[in-house]
């Protein structure tokens, strides 16, 4: 691995990793509003028993912002897993490494500019009828 693609991966990882604690953040801030203080000193730190509770709770509750931050949280855990086995940050379609700031605006885009605008004009052309 270059050092130029060892300095890539170091950054998305910390982009990554610093994307979930805010996601945490904001789930534990909307949680405590919504449902008291009383949870609060469970879930100071999320761990990985309490990052589980927390998400069964979400499930339970049905608390719409708090679904969407689960949403984005278990996308952010697929990326991570896809940071560590390498395939993370690369086009789906042609292979080549996402830019990195489309990855800090969209982090789970799975592909390039390009590619993406190509599966957009595919998907609206085929959907005309003449």
Not at 24 to 34: P, Q
Not at 38 to 51: A, C, K, T
Not at 73 to 80: H, M, P, Q, V
């Amino acid at each position: 691995m270059t050092q130029t693609n060892s300095e890539r991966l170091e950054r998305l990882h910390t982009f990554l990793t610093q994307e979930k604690m805010r996601l945490w953040n904001e789930l534990r801030v909307e949680l405590f509003e919504t449902l008291g203080e009383g949870l609060h000193s469970q879930y100071d730190i999320p761990q990985d028993v309490g990052e589980k509770g927390i998400i069964d709770l979400l499930e339970d509750t049905g608390l719409a912002v708090a679904d969407i931050h689960k949403e984005e949280l278990s996308r952010i855990e697929e990326a991570l897993r896809r940071l560590a086995n390498g395939s993370y940050g690369f086009c789906e379609d042609c292979g080549e490494p996402i830019d990195e700031g489309r990855l800090r605006v969209a982090p789970f885009a799975p592909c390039c500019v390009d590619c993406q605008e190509r599966r957009e004009e595919h998907s609206s052309t085929k959907g005309l009828t003449l």
